[in-house]
């Protein structure tokens, strides 16, 4: 192939013929064997695993299935997985945001609407305006 890239004169890598020479030397191959790393279980008790293998699998069905990895874990099984175990939680899923924005924005709306906070807010602006006079 390098012969054909001179004959027509079009210019290659200039480290191919190293790159080449490295290869035949079987330089780029990894040698023995790999072993897979052990999976952790969830939980040393059986029966905490259970339901945590349980509570796993409904938060993956509460999830888009897309496994676009924006929650930074690789695929939606790993990343409820990883919900389970502790190590994220559930509005890392981006997908989750709008509907946790509207649940903060609902309980925000019912915590204004309580009588204990209005009477405190109007109480307070009637002190601060009669401060200013």
Do not use: H, W
């Not at 001179?6 to 290869?23: G, H, N, S, T, W």
């Not at 919900?83 to 899923?93: F, H, P, S, T």
């Not at 946790?100 to 609407?113: I, M, P, Q, V």
Request: aromatic content about 10%; overall charge positive; charged content about 40%.
């Amino acid at each position: 192939m390098i012969e054909t890239l001179e004959f027509e004169q079009i210019k290659a890598c200039p480290d191919i013929r190293e790159v080449r020479k490295l290869y035949r030397q079987n330089y780029f191959f990894i040698k023995g064997k790999f072993e897979p790393r052990p999976l952790k279980p969830l939980d040393k008790d059986i029966a905490k695993a259970i339901k945590k293998r349980k509570e796993k699998e409904d938060i993956y069905e509460s999830l888009p299935k897309i496994d676009c990895g924006a929650c930074g874990a690789p695929t939606c099984l790993t990343f409820a997985e990883d919900v389970v175990k502790g190590e994220a939680e559930l509005i890392d899923c981006v997908f989750n945001l709008p509907q946790k924005f509207t649940e903060l924005s609902e309980e925000f709306s019912d915590l204004l609407k309580k009588p204990a906070f209005l009477s405190k807010t109007k109480s307070g602006v009637k002190k601060k305006r009669k401060k200013e006079k």
